[in-house]
């Protein structure tokens, strides 16, 4: 995959170490394969962060960050993965996931409006809460499983694509000694 392409957009690892929400996980920042671009540890930063966007709590990036610590895989990918989710893209697709949900569950789904509200919450949410709740489990699973599959492979059609770039390109002619 193309390692520089990624250390270009991604921040530091000390930006992620002052940040002040991330800065609570201590030392266990401090493990290298939280940093290191390789196959499996960005594919796993994807999967980690793609299954948290689907949680619907705030502070996902904080879960995504707990996820890729205990996992053990690339922590600023799976931070910034989460951001599929953000106030524009999270009503539509939490439609989808509670329509799933409504779906797996054989219900049919509720006609509600949304409405940002306490008292939409405390009415409302007691309707619609299973469904959504297990289409956003289906859903961030399926997400994950495709993002990790998406990225091992992109990987390795970088690796192989570059390998054979560099088997086909001519030799070096031999330089005149002078």
Same mark, same amino acid.
């Given at each position: 995959?193309?390692?520089? +392409?990624?250390?270009?957009?991604?921040?530091?690892?000390?930006?992620?170490?002052?940040?002040?929400?991330?800065?609570? %996980?201590?030392?266990?920042?401090?493990?290298?394969? &939280?940093?290191?671009?390789?196959?499996?540890?960005?594919?796993?930063? %994807? !999967?980690?962060?793609?299954?948290? !966007?689907?949680?619907?709590?705030?502070?996902?990036?904080? +879960?995504?960050?707990?996820?890729?610590?205990?996992?053990?895989?690339?922590?600023?990918?799976?931070?910034?993965?989460?951001?599929?989710?953000?106030?524009?893209?999270?009503?539509?697709?939490?439609?989808?996931?509670?329509?799933?949900?409504?779906?797996?569950?054989?219900?049919?789904?509720?006609?509600?409006?949304?409405?940002?509200?306490?008292?939409?919450?405390?009415?409302?949410?007691?309707?619609?809460?299973?469904?959504?709740?297990?289409?956003? +489990?289906?859903?961030?699973?399926?997400?994950?499983?495709?993002?990790?599959?998406?990225?091992?492979? &992109?990987?390795?059609?970088?690796?192989?694509?570059?390998?054979?770039?560099?088997?086909?390109?001519?030799?070096?002619?031999?330089?005149?000694?002078?």
């Amino acid at each position: 995959m193309p390692k520089r +392409l990624l250390r270009k957009y991604l921040p530091d690892h000390h930006t992620f170490r002052e940040h002040p929400h991330l800065a609570r %996980f201590g030392h266990r920042l401090h493990d290298p394969n &939280l940093w290191h671009l390789n196959r499996r540890s960005v594919a796993g930063g %994807f !999967a980690a962060g793609l299954f948290m !966007a689907w949680i619907p709590v705030p502070f996902q990036m904080a +879960l995504a960050a707990a996820a890729a610590i205990a996992l053990r895989v690339n922590l600023p990918i799976a931070v910034v993965t989460v951001w599929i989710t953000n106030p524009v893209t999270m009503p539509p697709l939490f439609y989808l996931a509670y329509k799933v949900g409504a779906l797996l569950m054989g219900t049919t789904p509720e006609h509600f409006d949304f409405e940002l509200s306490w008292s939409w919450l405390s009415s409302e949410l007691g309707i619609v809460w299973r469904p959504l709740l297990l289409g956003c +489990l289906v859903m961030g699973a399926a997400s994950a499983a495709a993002g990790y599959a998406t990225a091992r492979g &992109l990987w390795r059609w970088w690796v192989v694509r570059k390998h054979r770039r560099r088997r086909t390109r001519p030799p070096n002619p031999p330089s005149p000694i002078g």
